[in-house]
Protein backbone atom coordinates (compact mmCIF):
# COMPACT_ATOMS: atom_id res chain seq x y z
CA UNK A 1 0.00 0.00 0.00
CA UNK A 2 1.05 3.68 0.73
CA UNK A 3 4.72 4.05 1.51
CA UNK A 4 4.27 5.78 5.19
CA UNK A 5 8.60 5.56 6.34
CA UNK A 6 11.88 7.77 5.31
CA UNK A 7 13.01 5.17 3.69
CA UNK A 8 15.16 5.95 0.86
CA UNK A 9 13.63 5.73 -2.39
CA UNK A 10 14.12 6.93 -6.04
CA UNK A 11 12.70 10.22 -6.08
CA UNK A 12 10.55 11.14 -9.48
CA UNK A 13 8.65 14.66 -10.09
CA UNK A 14 4.91 15.39 -11.54
CA UNK A 15 5.17 14.98 -15.50
CA UNK A 16 4.54 18.28 -16.71
CA UNK A 17 2.65 18.14 -19.94
CA UNK A 18 4.20 20.21 -22.87
CA UNK A 19 1.24 22.61 -22.85
CA UNK A 20 2.46 23.20 -19.10
CA UNK A 21 6.06 24.26 -19.73
CA UNK A 22 7.20 27.51 -20.16
CA UNK A 23 8.45 27.11 -23.94
CA UNK A 24 8.47 30.13 -25.92
CA UNK A 25 4.87 28.81 -27.39
CA UNK A 26 3.35 28.77 -24.25
CA UNK A 27 4.47 31.85 -23.01
CA UNK A 28 2.87 33.48 -26.14
CA UNK A 29 -0.31 31.16 -25.83
CA UNK A 30 -0.72 31.92 -22.02
CA UNK A 31 -0.43 36.24 -23.01
CA UNK A 32 -3.02 35.89 -25.64
CA UNK A 33 -5.25 33.65 -22.99
CA UNK A 34 -4.99 36.86 -20.55
CA UNK A 35 -6.08 39.34 -23.23
CA UNK A 36 -9.17 37.11 -24.30
CA UNK A 37 -10.07 36.73 -20.93
CA UNK A 38 -13.05 39.42 -21.20
CA UNK A 39 -14.81 36.88 -23.90
CA UNK A 40 -17.70 35.21 -23.07
CA UNK A 41 -17.65 31.55 -22.67
CA UNK A 42 -18.63 30.60 -25.76
CA UNK A 43 -16.84 32.63 -27.90
CA UNK A 44 -13.53 32.37 -25.72
CA UNK A 45 -13.58 28.25 -26.07
CA UNK A 46 -14.31 28.54 -30.11
CA UNK A 47 -11.26 31.21 -30.29
CA UNK A 48 -8.93 29.31 -28.27
CA UNK A 49 -9.68 26.00 -29.67
CA UNK A 50 -8.90 27.86 -33.21
CA UNK A 51 -5.92 28.80 -31.45
CA UNK A 52 -4.78 25.02 -30.72
CA UNK A 53 -6.16 23.05 -32.94
CA UNK A 54 -6.55 25.64 -36.09
CA UNK A 55 -9.99 25.13 -36.67
CA UNK A 56 -13.23 26.20 -35.19
CA UNK A 57 -15.28 23.83 -33.06
CA UNK A 58 -18.55 22.74 -34.10
CA UNK A 59 -20.28 23.86 -31.04
CA UNK A 60 -24.07 22.92 -32.19
CA UNK A 61 -23.94 19.66 -33.02
CA UNK A 62 -19.95 18.39 -31.62
CA UNK A 63 -19.02 15.23 -33.06
CA UNK A 64 -15.45 15.00 -31.86
CA UNK A 65 -14.20 14.17 -28.65
CA UNK A 66 -12.53 17.37 -28.27
CA UNK A 67 -15.64 19.41 -29.46
CA UNK A 68 -17.71 17.53 -27.35
CA UNK A 69 -15.72 18.40 -24.04
CA UNK A 70 -15.89 22.29 -25.30
CA UNK A 71 -19.97 21.45 -25.03
CA UNK A 72 -19.89 20.23 -21.51
CA UNK A 73 -17.88 23.26 -20.62
CA UNK A 74 -20.63 25.43 -22.14
CA UNK A 75 -23.65 23.36 -21.10
CA UNK A 76 -23.23 20.13 -19.06
CA UNK A 77 -25.20 21.59 -15.87
CA UNK A 78 -24.70 17.95 -13.83
CA UNK A 79 -24.64 18.67 -10.41
CA UNK A 80 -22.11 15.41 -9.67
CA UNK A 81 -19.56 17.53 -11.68
CA UNK A 82 -18.53 19.70 -8.95
CA UNK A 83 -18.47 17.18 -6.27
CA UNK A 84 -16.09 15.18 -8.45
CA UNK A 85 -13.51 17.65 -9.86
CA UNK A 86 -12.47 18.30 -6.00
CA UNK A 87 -9.90 15.67 -5.68
CA UNK A 88 -10.25 15.80 -1.58
CA UNK A 89 -14.43 15.62 -1.91
CA UNK A 90 -14.34 12.79 -4.61
CA UNK A 91 -12.77 10.21 -2.42
CA UNK A 92 -16.13 10.34 -0.26
CA UNK A 93 -17.80 9.54 -3.28
CA UNK A 94 -15.53 7.14 -4.41
CA UNK A 95 -15.84 4.91 -1.38
CA UNK A 96 -19.45 5.78 -1.33
CA UNK A 97 -19.91 3.78 -4.93
CA UNK A 98 -17.03 1.22 -4.65
CA UNK A 99 -15.19 1.24 -1.44
CA UNK A 100 -12.78 3.30 0.80
CA UNK A 101 -10.28 -0.01 0.12
CA UNK A 102 -10.07 2.06 -3.88
CA UNK A 103 -9.39 5.97 -1.79
CA UNK A 104 -5.37 7.40 -1.85
CA UNK A 105 -5.77 7.92 2.30
CA UNK A 106 -5.80 11.41 3.14
CA UNK A 107 -3.24 13.19 5.53
CA UNK A 108 -4.39 16.94 5.69
CA UNK A 109 -6.85 19.83 4.04
CA UNK A 110 -6.65 23.11 4.33
CA UNK A 111 -5.56 26.35 2.86
CA UNK A 112 -2.12 27.22 4.05
CA UNK A 113 0.49 24.46 4.24
CA UNK A 114 1.67 26.85 7.39
CA UNK A 115 -0.89 25.59 9.30
CA UNK A 116 0.33 21.94 8.69
CA UNK A 117 1.31 20.02 12.07
CA UNK A 118 4.39 18.23 9.95
CA UNK A 119 4.55 15.64 13.08
CA UNK A 120 1.15 14.39 12.06
CA UNK A 121 2.26 13.64 8.52
CA UNK A 122 3.90 10.53 7.47
CA UNK A 123 6.33 10.97 4.95
CA UNK A 124 6.69 10.09 2.11
CA UNK A 125 3.20 12.28 0.71
CA UNK A 126 1.99 14.12 -2.27
CA UNK A 127 0.54 17.76 -1.88
CA UNK A 128 -1.07 19.59 -5.02
CA UNK A 129 -3.90 21.54 -5.31
CA UNK A 130 -7.41 20.16 -4.63
CA UNK A 131 -9.02 22.04 -8.01
CA UNK A 132 -5.90 21.92 -10.15
CA UNK A 133 -4.08 19.68 -12.84
CA UNK A 134 -0.23 19.17 -13.25
CA UNK A 135 0.58 21.08 -9.57
CA UNK A 136 2.03 19.27 -7.19
CA UNK A 137 5.26 18.17 -5.20
CA UNK A 138 6.34 14.39 -4.03
CA UNK A 139 7.95 15.20 -0.20
CA UNK A 140 10.35 12.56 0.59
CA UNK A 141 11.78 13.51 3.42
CA UNK A 142 11.72 16.59 6.45
CA UNK A 143 14.40 18.58 3.35
CA UNK A 144 11.38 18.23 0.94
CA UNK A 145 8.67 20.10 3.42
CA UNK A 146 11.43 22.43 4.64
CA UNK A 147 12.18 23.48 0.97
CA UNK A 148 8.17 23.87 0.73
CA UNK A 149 7.44 25.72 3.38
CA UNK A 150 10.54 28.13 2.22
CA UNK A 151 8.48 28.44 -0.39
CA UNK A 152 5.12 28.43 0.81
CA UNK A 153 3.00 28.16 -2.73
CA UNK A 154 -0.11 28.54 -1.13
CA UNK A 155 -1.13 31.56 -2.13
CA UNK A 156 -0.39 30.76 -5.67
CA UNK A 157 -2.23 27.38 -6.08
CA UNK A 158 -5.12 28.83 -4.46
CA UNK A 159 -5.43 31.58 -7.34
CA UNK A 160 -5.18 28.50 -9.67
CA UNK A 161 -8.52 29.19 -11.62
CA UNK A 162 -9.62 26.68 -14.06
CA UNK A 163 -13.30 28.14 -14.42
CA UNK A 164 -11.66 31.14 -16.26
CA UNK A 165 -8.37 29.56 -17.78
CA UNK A 166 -10.06 26.75 -19.49
CA UNK A 167 -13.87 27.65 -18.59
CA UNK A 168 -14.61 24.59 -16.88
CA UNK A 169 -18.09 25.43 -15.02
CA UNK A 170 -17.54 22.26 -12.49
CA UNK A 171 -14.57 24.33 -11.14
CA UNK A 172 -16.55 27.82 -10.63
CA UNK A 173 -18.08 25.90 -7.63
CA UNK A 174 -15.54 24.23 -5.42
CA UNK A 175 -13.52 25.94 -2.85
CA UNK A 176 -10.00 26.08 -3.98
CA UNK A 177 -7.81 24.07 -1.05
CA UNK A 178 -4.92 21.81 -0.73
CA UNK A 179 -4.58 18.33 0.20
CA UNK A 180 -1.67 16.43 1.28
CA UNK A 181 -2.08 12.39 0.76
CA UNK A 182 -0.22 9.30 1.25
CA UNK A 183 2.36 8.81 -1.87
CA UNK A 184 2.17 5.37 -2.94
CA UNK A 185 4.98 3.53 -4.02
CA UNK A 186 5.52 0.25 -6.52
CA UNK A 187 9.15 -1.25 -5.47
CA UNK A 188 10.28 2.12 -4.27
CA UNK A 189 9.39 4.66 -7.26
CA UNK A 190 5.98 6.55 -8.07
CA UNK A 191 3.66 4.20 -10.03
CA UNK A 192 2.70 4.70 -13.56
CA UNK A 193 -1.00 6.40 -14.45
CA UNK A 194 -3.82 3.92 -15.70
CA UNK A 195 -5.93 6.67 -17.10
CA UNK A 196 -9.47 4.62 -18.14
CA UNK A 197 -11.59 6.85 -20.70
CA UNK A 198 -15.24 5.87 -19.53
CA UNK A 199 -18.11 6.62 -22.17
CA UNK A 200 -22.08 5.93 -20.75
CA UNK A 201 -20.18 3.96 -18.58
CA UNK A 202 -18.17 1.25 -20.40
CA UNK A 203 -14.10 1.86 -20.84
CA UNK A 204 -13.13 2.48 -24.05
CA UNK A 205 -9.34 3.06 -23.71
CA UNK A 206 -6.72 3.04 -21.19
CA UNK A 207 -3.95 5.73 -20.88
CA UNK A 208 -0.58 5.11 -19.60
CA UNK A 209 1.55 7.78 -18.26
CA UNK A 210 5.00 6.20 -18.17
CA UNK A 211 8.38 7.47 -15.99
CA UNK A 212 11.42 6.11 -17.73
CA UNK A 213 15.06 7.17 -17.56
CA UNK A 214 13.78 10.32 -16.14
CA UNK A 215 11.47 11.29 -18.61
CA UNK A 216 7.62 11.28 -19.20
CA UNK A 217 6.25 9.41 -22.08
CA UNK A 218 2.45 8.49 -22.97
CA UNK A 219 0.36 5.53 -25.03
CA UNK A 220 -3.12 3.74 -25.22
CA UNK A 221 -4.51 0.32 -24.98
CA UNK A 222 -7.54 -1.14 -25.67
CA UNK A 223 -9.45 -3.03 -22.73
CA UNK A 224 -8.02 -6.25 -24.05
CA UNK A 225 -4.61 -5.32 -23.98
CA UNK A 226 -4.21 -4.07 -28.06
CA UNK A 227 -1.79 -0.86 -28.03
CA UNK A 228 -3.49 1.78 -30.30
CA UNK A 229 -1.42 4.01 -32.64
CA UNK A 230 -2.86 7.85 -31.21
CA UNK A 231 -1.25 9.84 -29.12
CA UNK A 232 -1.31 13.32 -28.16
CA UNK A 233 1.23 15.57 -28.94
CA UNK A 234 1.12 18.54 -26.97
CA UNK A 235 1.02 15.85 -23.58
CA UNK A 236 3.76 13.60 -23.31
CA UNK A 237 6.10 12.07 -26.32
CA UNK A 238 4.97 8.46 -27.28
CA UNK A 239 6.47 5.73 -25.86
CA UNK A 240 8.02 3.73 -28.25
CA UNK A 241 7.87 0.30 -26.56
CA UNK A 242 5.03 -1.88 -25.60
CA UNK A 243 3.87 -2.21 -22.08
CA UNK A 244 3.47 -5.17 -19.62
CA UNK A 245 -0.77 -5.78 -19.03
CA UNK A 246 -1.56 -4.91 -15.31
CA UNK A 247 -2.16 -7.62 -12.95
CA UNK A 248 -5.11 -5.96 -11.95
CA UNK A 249 -6.49 -4.79 -15.60
CA UNK A 250 -9.90 -6.54 -15.26
CA UNK A 251 -10.64 -5.10 -11.54
CA UNK A 252 -9.56 -1.65 -12.82
CA UNK A 253 -12.17 -2.07 -15.64
CA UNK A 254 -14.95 -3.14 -13.39
CA UNK A 255 -14.39 -0.26 -10.78
CA UNK A 256 -13.75 2.86 -12.89
CA UNK A 257 -17.45 1.60 -14.67
CA UNK A 258 -18.45 1.16 -11.32
CA UNK A 259 -17.81 4.90 -10.43
CA UNK A 260 -19.02 6.05 -13.76
CA UNK A 261 -22.31 4.04 -14.33
CA UNK A 262 -24.02 6.85 -14.00
CA UNK A 263 -21.96 9.95 -15.88
CA UNK A 264 -22.14 9.98 -19.50
CA UNK A 265 -17.98 10.75 -20.30
CA UNK A 266 -15.47 10.78 -17.67
CA UNK A 267 -11.94 9.46 -17.20
CA UNK A 268 -10.60 7.56 -14.00
CA UNK A 269 -7.30 7.68 -13.35
CA UNK A 270 -5.65 4.97 -11.19
CA UNK A 271 -2.24 4.02 -9.70
CA UNK A 272 -1.49 -0.11 -9.79
CA UNK A 273 0.77 -2.66 -8.08
CA UNK A 274 0.52 -6.15 -8.57
CA UNK A 275 -1.17 -6.25 -5.07
CA UNK A 276 -4.02 -2.85 -4.93
CA UNK A 277 -5.33 -0.64 -7.17
CA UNK A 278 -6.24 3.26 -6.09
CA UNK A 279 -7.92 5.71 -8.05
CA UNK A 280 -5.96 8.91 -8.16
CA UNK A 281 -8.99 11.05 -9.49
CA UNK A 282 -11.48 11.93 -12.03
CA UNK A 283 -11.63 13.91 -15.09
CA UNK A 284 -13.92 15.38 -16.98
CA UNK A 285 -12.06 18.02 -18.94
CA UNK A 286 -8.89 16.18 -20.44
CA UNK A 287 -6.63 18.49 -21.81
CA UNK A 288 -9.74 20.97 -21.24
CA UNK A 289 -11.09 19.61 -24.75
CA UNK A 290 -7.79 20.81 -26.56
CA UNK A 291 -6.08 17.49 -26.93
CA UNK A 292 -4.23 16.97 -30.87
CA UNK A 293 -4.42 13.59 -31.01
CA UNK A 294 -2.66 12.10 -33.68
CA UNK A 295 -3.54 10.40 -36.18
CA UNK A 296 -6.00 13.27 -36.03
CA UNK A 297 -8.95 10.82 -36.89
CA UNK A 298 -9.09 9.24 -33.78
CA UNK A 299 -10.62 12.35 -32.18
CA UNK A 300 -13.43 11.77 -34.33
CA UNK A 301 -13.77 8.24 -33.41
CA UNK A 302 -13.65 8.77 -29.85
CA UNK A 303 -16.34 11.21 -30.05
CA UNK A 304 -18.55 8.60 -32.03
CA UNK A 305 -18.55 6.92 -28.62
CA UNK A 306 -19.91 9.52 -26.30
CA UNK A 307 -23.67 9.57 -26.38
CA UNK A 308 -24.02 13.23 -24.48
CA UNK A 309 -26.31 13.35 -21.44
CA UNK A 310 -27.10 17.03 -21.92
CA UNK A 311 -28.88 19.20 -24.16
CA UNK A 312 -26.79 21.69 -26.27
CA UNK A 313 -28.88 24.99 -27.51
CA UNK A 314 -30.03 24.82 -31.28
CA UNK A 315 -28.58 28.24 -32.15
Not at 118 to 146: C, M, N, R
Not at 188 to 207: A, C, Q
Not at 277 to 289: A, H, M, Q, S, V
Amino acid sequence: MAAMTDRTVDRDGFLIPGYLQKGLRERAHNLLWRLMSPLPDKAYCALKYRVIRGRFPNLTSPETLTEKIQARKLYDRNPLLPRFVDKADAKELIAERVGPQYVVPTLWVGTDLADVDWSEISLPAVVKPTHASGVGLFLYGQGDVDRLLANNPSAEWLAIDHASYNREWAYRHIKPRILIESMLLVEGRVPWDYRLFTFNGKVSHIEIDIRENGRGYSCNYTPDWQKLPFFDRDYLGLYPGDVARPARLGEMISVAEAVAHDIDFVRVDFYASSEWIRIGELTFYPGGGFEVLEPEEHDLLLGQKWQLDFEIPKR
